[in-house]
């Protein structure tokens, strides 16, 4: 959806921290997730924030808020080459979750 | 516990044909919603129910129905296949429309020639 935007590819090396960027438009939502898409699967919630925190962090992952700016970020540390796969960033809204396009995040060994 | 299924998990169809996808889930939620994924443009939400007996449109819904007689299924039906039908599509599952953290099932892969 257009109100949700993500760039669509992203290259990093193993071991290297990824950051995958998003922006939105509509600051009404309560909630905001990160889900991971592997090849030939669904999407599967990798995690989420609400909108009224800053920051989130689960092993690994690392989500920021910026609420002023309407930007949200998903930092992976250490990545693997078992984390390429596509990313998607969605906000909550009412009875319907928005996606972004998905940022394909490849990983070098 | 099987969460989201979905059959077929590819099909093809002729211009004109109709079908049904299927989507099952034992969760006992009380949302479910069918999207679209088409390269570039994410996942469009195409209809959805907030549960048995309720439904309505999403973002894309023209050339689609669904009905929801059970709390476990959500078929979604296509009546008249046309090629800008080909896609591959997700059922999606909720606990309820306040909890809107999603379960998806692993998809079908629909061509329309």
């Known amino acids: 959806g257009e109100d949700v935007e993500q760039s669509l590819f992203l290259s990093v090396r193993e071991g290297d921290s990824s950051v995958i960027n998003c922006t939105y438009t509509?600051?009404?939502?309560?909630?905001l997730y990160w889900y991971k898409q592997e090849p030939g699967a669904g999407l599967q919630l990798l995690t989420y924030i609400f909108s009224n925190m800053d920051m989130k962090q689960d092993q690994r992952l690392t989500v920021l808020l910026n609420k002023k700016d309407k930007h949200l970020s998903l930092r992976i540390a250490d990545t693997q080459t078992g984390d390429s796969a596509i990313y998607f960033c969605a906000r909550s809204g009412g009875f319907k979750t928005i996606f972004g396009a998905g940022t394909r995040l490849f990983v070098k060994a | 516990n099987a969460g989201v299924t979905q059959t077929p998990k590819f099909q093809v169809l002729k211009t004109g044909q109709s079908m049904t996808l299927q989507c099952a889930q034992d969760?006992?939620?009380?949302?479910m919603s069918w999207y679209r994924q088409d390269p570039g443009m994410g996942l469009r939400l195409i209809h959805y129910s907030v549960g048995a007996g309720i439904t309505d449109q999403g973002e894309v819904p023209n050339g689609y129905n669904v009905s929801r007689s059970t709390t476990e299924d959500f078929p979604l039906r296509l009546l008249s296949a046309a090629p800008s039908q080909t896609s591959v599509y997700f059922c999606?599952?909720?606990?309820?429309?306040?909890?809107?953290?999603?379960?998806f099932g692993s998809g079908t892969q629909l061509s329309v020639l």
């Open positions: 969760m006992n939620h009380e949302y």
């Open positions: 999606a599952s909720s606990y309820s429309t306040g909890d809107e953290k999603l379960f």
């Open positions: 509509d600051s009404s939502s309560t909630y």
